[in-house]
């Protein structure tokens, strides 16, 4: 247990190394060191760098009013998109958590299609692009002879709320930091809510105003009949259709299936029309091209209204069909208008709208004081911990150390490399952790002591102190790492800052104690062979 061959000393100092290269960033500027060093150290926590806390839920109900509204148009393309002898007349409506489609032409006898209508649309379930669940992820059903119901099943609800969750935390991550440069964390909290922390960002109100949008981009054909405008305005709407305006439109009569939506965009960019005013650059998917040609082709004359949350922002006229799939929007925006609306448009549409629960603001300044505290207490603990160890236990002590100051650095190299965040709890348990280190060193060194008390010499009592106290130390420590993880799967946010660092420094502090440690006890006793040791 004694025998440190050249592979294993080259291993340990290897180990040393790394740690060393790791945690340079965190005490000297990289900015200017060779390509292959480390050039960014621990990533600070909220409570620590000072930013913004948010906590947001979205709604079920509204997760399955959207996915049966997705699921309308393809029920749209099932019954109409076909040859017009296959044509099925149909009016779709999104009831809460219904989708209610009433058949609306009769053969000569009076009999609705009903039965054909449902072999199409059961076609559909199951198959359409993004369906959850498989083949039961709608319940569909006749109701009477002229309506069929869609609803989502309480099987398959479970599943969506996942799936929303999923994509609500991936387009929340594209529309804080499109460029993905940004330190924010984003974790799931239960099945509906979303805790959002963004170190170093000053304006909440920014995060909340990018985040409080739908993001539901739909192209509309518009019925721009005068007579329909104005019944509309009275309160008689024409059914499937509704009354929407914008800052440059007035009101108007918008279809309520659109005929392109958001999923279809493949990109979105803020650039500069020909007189260097922003606008919004956006190119469709080939499925959207597709879509897009289509309908310009079969709908000249028509204007075409581009929506976003409810609000037209542009309703060109289609005079010719257009293919290729690249838009424009223009309108009266500033530069940081247009660059926020493009990553609203690029991240894509919520899967429901998200409501505030908690917000928090750290200031700068309380995480600066926060860094001095926790660097004062560590340094402190560190200072006190080494004056008891070589007070107690003499040059044995100075050794330990010595190894506890590289389970320090191991620790800041480990949360360097691993891109973990370093929060206020994490600095208690970087503390914890450098009495968890010593309390290995004393179990070792109490058994040395007694080893020397049975009469044996300083070799073989240093290998029966560390043979003995293997069990103990390892017992004690797998045990709190057990505890670290079940903190880390089940905590959020500071906790499981807390967690990380403990676990780490548990598995440092195994490493320094019973390698480290022993490595220098062994070249000291190999290089002055002491007839007792000062233990």
Do not use: C
């Not at 200017?32 to 806390?53: E, S, T, W």
């Not at 009949?225 to 305006?245: D, F, H, M, N, W």
């Not at 020397?452 to 009592?461: E, F, H, I």
């Not at 660092?501 to 070249?523: E, H, P, Q």
């Amino acid at each position: 247990m004694l025998q440190f061959p050249p592979w294993k000393v080259a291993l340990i100092l290897l180990a040393l190394a790394w740690g060393v290269v790791m945690a340079l960033p965190n005490v000297v500027n990289m900015d200017n060191a060779p390509g292959f060093m480390p050039k960014k150290g621990v990533n600070l926590g909220l409570d620590l760098q000072g930013g913004v806390y948010l906590m947001m839920e979205i709604d079920p109900d509204e997760v399955i009013a959207n996915r049966l509204e997705v699921f309308a148009g393809d029920v749209r393309g099932a019954l109409s998109n076909v040859s017009p002898s296959e044509r099925i007349g149909h009016l779709p409506e999104v009831k809460g958590r219904e989708l209610e489609i009433k058949l609306t032409r009769p053969d000569a006898d009076g009999n609705f299609p009903l039965d054909e209508a449902l072999r199409r649309i059961r076609k559909l379930n199951g198959s359409v692009e993004g369906a959850i669940g498989g083949a039961k992820t709608y319940e569909i059903e006749a109701r009477g002879n002229d309506t069929i119901i869609v609803s989502v099943p309480q099987t398959s609800e479970e599943a969506l709320m996942k799936d929303a969750l999923g994509k609500t935390m991936t387009i929340v991550r594209r529309r804080v930091d499109p460029d993905g440069v940004s330190e924010i964390s984003i974790t799931p909290q239960g099945n509906s809510r979303i805790i959002l922390e963004a170190p170093g960002e000053p304006d909440p109100q920014r995060l909340k105003d990018l985040l409080s949008r739908d993001g539901k981009m739909t192209f509309n054909l518009v019925d721009n009949s005068p007579s329909a405008i104005t019944a509309a305005q009275s309160g008689v709407v024409k059914p499937g259709y509704r009354l929407l305006e914008g800052p440059t439109t007035g009101p108007l009569l918008v279809r309520n299936i659109p005929e392109v939506v958001g999923s279809d965009i493949a990109n979105a960019a803020q650039g500069f029309d020909e007189a260097n005013r922003p606008q919004i650059n956006f190119r469709l998917n080939s499925n959207g091209s597709r879509k897009f040609y289509n309908t310009t082709r079969s709908n000249s004359g028509k204007l075409f209204a581009i929506v976003l949350d409810d609000v037209i922002m542009s309703a060109p006229r289609i005079n010719e069909p257009i293919p290729g799939g690249s838009v424009r929007i223009t309108g009266d925006f500033t530069q940081e208008e247009a660059q926020d609306l493009a990553a609203i448009i690029e991240a894509g549409e919520m899967p429901a709208k998200v409501q505030f629960l908690d917000q928090r603001t750290v200031s700068p300044t309380l995480g600066h004081d926060s860094i001095r505290a926790g660097t004062r207490a560590s340094m402190i603990g560190l200072a006190l911990v080494a004056i008891f160890m070589i007070v107690a236990y003499g040059l044995m002590g100075g050794l330990a150390v010595g190894s506890l100051a590289a389970n320090i650095i191991l620790i800041l190299g480990a949360l360097s490399g691993l891109g973990a965040t370093l929060t206020l709890p994490g600095i208690a348990g970087i503390i914890l952790t450098i009495g968890m280190a010593v309390d290995a060193n004393v179990l070792v060194f109490e058994r040395i002591r007694e080893e020397q008390r049975a009469g044996r010499s300083p070799m073989t009592a240093v290998q029966a102190g560390y043979e003995r106290a293997l069990s103990t130390i390892l017992d004690a420590n797998i045990t709190t790492l057990i505890a670290a993880v079940i903190l880390y799967l089940l905590g959020s946010g500071p906790v499981k800052g807390f967690a990380v660092t403990l676990a780490i420094g548990i598995v440092t502090s195994v490493f320094t104690a019973f390698v480290v440690t022993r490595w220098f006890t062994v070249m000291w006793l190999k290089a002055f062979r002491p007839k007792k040791l000062a233990v």
